[in-house]
């Protein structure tokens, strides 16, 4: 199983949105999109898993593309680093 991270999503999308589009490269197995607390609205960007292979297919095929008027960013998910620290 492949974590991918999404980005650059319009603010209007919907993991059903998301797990249409992702779909027709494979099983999606879980779909997460990270949203504002107060408006319910998604902050651009999210993480979907799906097996390694139709991942793969996934990234090759939608990374870069035009989703909603916006230009997707699709690829494997790294760790952060750093992060932030609290004060």
Same mark, same amino acid.
């Given at each position: 199983?492949? @974590?991918?991270?999404?980005? !650059?999503?319009?603010?209007? *999308?919907?993991? !059903?949105? =998301?797990?249409?589009?992702? &779909? #027709?490269? $494979? *099983? +999606? /197995?879980?779909? @997460?999109? +990270? *949203?504002? +607390?107060? &408006?319910?609205?998604? @902050?651009?960007?999210?993480? =979907? #898993?799906?097996? $390694?292979? #139709?991942?793969?297919?996934?990234?090759?095929?939608? !990374?870069?593309?035009?989703?909603? $008027?916006? &230009?997707? @960013?699709?690829?494997? #998910? &790294?760790?952060? +680093?750093? $992060? /932030?620290? /609290? /004060?």
């Amino acid at each position: 199983m492949k @974590k991918l991270f999404i980005g !650059n999503l319009p603010a209007s *999308t919907c993991e !059903n949105d =998301i797990q249409t589009l992702f &779909s #027709e490269f $494979g *099983t +999606v /197995r879980a779909c @997460k999109l +990270v *949203t504002d +607390v107060f &408006s319910g609205q998604c @902050k651009g960007f999210g993480f =979907i #898993e799906m097996e $390694g292979h #139709e991942a793969r297919a996934a990234i090759a095929g939608l !990374n870069g593309k035009d989703f909603k $008027g916006h &230009s997707i @960013k699709v690829n494997f #998910e &790294s760790p952060r +680093v750093g $992060g /932030r620290r /609290r /004060r």
